[in-house]
């Protein structure tokens, strides 16, 4: 439940839809490949910015049991007390006031960015993230949002028609997005849409046939292009992966994993921008992607791209 600072609104939501507090089921992408593309040492210092549930965190400790985490996840619900990590209830745009308030050294040996949603929030939030539950609009990534956070809600029910419309197309590259805010814009003027089954029906009513036929459930870009404008995450993680790079020491790596193409063109350019300052040096030209046996085993990781970089 939110705490005293939220507002009546979200409340409301929150009770209707309780949190499910339930074991973790998320498992960690590509995680060999990017603990090893790291190249980390015994005592080395690494940035864990999107800890979710811990599983790049836990595996450096088990390899190198004197290294120190500094952890940061903008959901403090997922952090449970572990020993070698220092866990930050932050976004990582704001990487520079936790590493500059905390930490020994202001360099740091190594960064990861696991830019998926995390199956724990997807499954277990109440935030709306999956459109296969009956929850309320929020999708931001913090646990107890305040009343001036941005959510879903006010996003679906408030911003105007051609705005939703670029932003569905641009953030979720969806090509009936027009057809679907049309039927947003209608809905909303009979009702406030509140809940991700209302939303999924309008959209389920505005699409083709043929199209709801298809491997991707009809509702998928539209959900992403929300949750990204929601949480600004492209904006984010710009700013993540900027201040990130100037706290690595030279020979420090930062391991990237993205999920769609619009956050891998984000990190391919910056990637590529460093190494022709030659401030840098790619480790892999192309992205690292997961072999068939893990893609079969955790079926997310088939979008999974790693990208991973070396501070000159």
Same mark, same amino acid.
Request: glycine share 8%; hydrophobic share 35%.
């Given at each position: ?17 309780? @949190? ?26 690494v940035?864990?910015a999107?800890? !979710? ?14 290294a ?26 704001n ?6 308030g ?7 040996? !190594? ?29 931001t ?32 590259e ?16 009979? @009702? ?22 298809? @491997?991707?459930?009809?509702?998928? @870009? ?91």
């Open positions: 439940v939110l705490g005293s600072t939220a507002s009546k609104p979200l409340q409301k939501y929150i009770l209707r839809f309780p @949190k499910n507090k339930m074991t973790s089921i998320h498992r960690t992408v590509l995680l060999k490949e990017t603990i090893e593309g790291l190249n980390l040492k015994e005592n080395s210092v940035v864990d999107t800890f !979710g549930g811990g599983g790049h965190s836990m595996e450096i400790l088990k390899r190198f049991p004197k120190k985490i500094i952890a940061l996840d903008q959901d403090g619900s997922v952090w449970k007390k572990h020993t070698g990590i220092s866990f930050h209830n932050e976004n990582f745009r990487l520079d006031k936790v590493l500059n905390g930490c020994p050294t202001p360099e740091v040996d !190594g960064i990861i960015f696991d830019l998926g949603l995390s199956s724990d929030q997807l499954e277990n939030s109440g935030r709306g993230f999956s459109f296969m539950k009956d929850e309320p609009l929020i999708m990534m913090k646990e107890n949002p305040l009343p001036e956070d941005l959510t879903a809600i006010d996003v679906v029910n408030t911003w105007g028609e051609e705005n939703l419309a670029n932003i569905i197309y641009g953030f979720g969806e090509r009936f997005s027009r057809k679907i805010v049309k039927a947003i814009v209608d809905a909303r003027k009979k @009702k406030k849409i509140e809940t991700t089954t209302e939303l999924v029906e309008i959209i389920g009513n505005a699409v083709p046939g043929k199209y709801k036929n298809s @491997k991707i459930h009809f509702a998928t @870009k539209t959900f992403q292009a929300i949750r990204i404008a929601v949480n600004d995450e492209l904006g984010a993680l710009q700013m993540g992966l900027e201040k990130g790079f100037e706290f690595l020491k030279k020979g420090g790596r930062m391991s990237v994993i993205s999920f769609h193409s619009l956050e891998d063109r984000i990190v391919k350019r910056f990637f590529k921008k460093k190494a022709e300052e030659n401030l840098a040096k790619l480790i892999n030209k192309k992205p690292i992607v997961a072999k068939l046996e893990e893609i079969k085993n955790n079926p997310r990781s088939r979008s999974a791209k790693l990208r991973i970089l070396e501070k000159k």
